[in-house]
């Protein structure tokens, strides 16, 4: 079946770069996602990424995909206490359903 | 142009009450889910719909029932709840490539 993997925690210093990391398992697998969670809020899109790119860059978001490992990256760049959050990583299968990941807490320290 | 709407936003029951959850989306999105969000587990699909009066099972569905009388609104239903339904519970809509979230709904079961 479908599972995607993920770290559960991550501190970084403020100022530093953050790489969030994250595994799946189901190569049809036609987008891969990562969400932000802030506390008490829903989740909120932040970026995709189609399967057959290997990366995107976005602002201070970097994503990176290597399909033969079937391993998705989020690097944010010069992290900001507001970046403090939970990270989902999700893949959509077969265009319908999302799998999504256990999230990574991202701890900013400064 | 609300996005996806969430009621009630907390709630407190007993073991064996009943209520339902509602979940409205002003987007015009044919796929609409519910989703329950526990510590570490990331988020379960719990039930979704592709269209106005369809409804599909998800990865848990004991326990809950769901109906799409109309486009914009997906119900999800508890009978008779059970402690292992303390959670907090995410709608969503959908575009082809994209997810919006609602802002949840925290549901305590004593």
């Known amino acids: 079946g479908e599972d995607v993997e993920q770290s559960l925690f991550l501190s970084v210093r403020e100022g530093d770069s953050s790489v969030i990391n994250c595994t799946y398992t189901d190569s049809s697998s036609t987008y891969l996602y990562w969400y932000k969670q802030e506390p008490g809020a829903g989740l909120q899109l932040l970026t995709y990424?189609?399967?057959?790119?290997d990366m995107k860059q976005d602002q201070r978001l970097t994503v990176l995909l290597n399909k033969k490992d079937k391993h998705l990256s989020l690097r944010i760049a010069d992290t900001q206490t507001g970046d403090s959050a939970i990270y989902f990583c999700a893949e959509s299968i077969h265009g319908q359903n999302f799998v999504f990941g256990p999230g990574t807490r991202l701890s900013v320290l400064p | 142009n609300a996005g996806v709407t969430q009621t009630p936003k907390f709630r407190v029951l007993k073991t064996g009450q009943s209520m339902t959850l509602l979940c409205a989306q002003d987007m015009n999105h044919e796929y609409m889910y519910w989703y329950r969000q526990d510590p570490g587990m990331g988020l379960r699909l719990i039930h979704y719909s592709v269209g106005e009066g369809t409804t599909a099972k998800g990865e848990v569905p004991d326990g809950y029932n769901v109906s799409r009388l109309k486009k914009q609104n997906f119900l999800l239903g508890l009978e008779s709840a059970a402690p292992s339904q303390t959670s907090v519970y995410f709608c969503?809509?959908?575009?082809?490539?994209?997810?919006?979230f609602g802002p949840g709904t925290r549901l305590t079961v004593t």
């Open positions: 990424i189609f399967s057959n790119m």
């Open positions: 969503a809509s959908r575009t082809q490539n994209e997810q919006y």
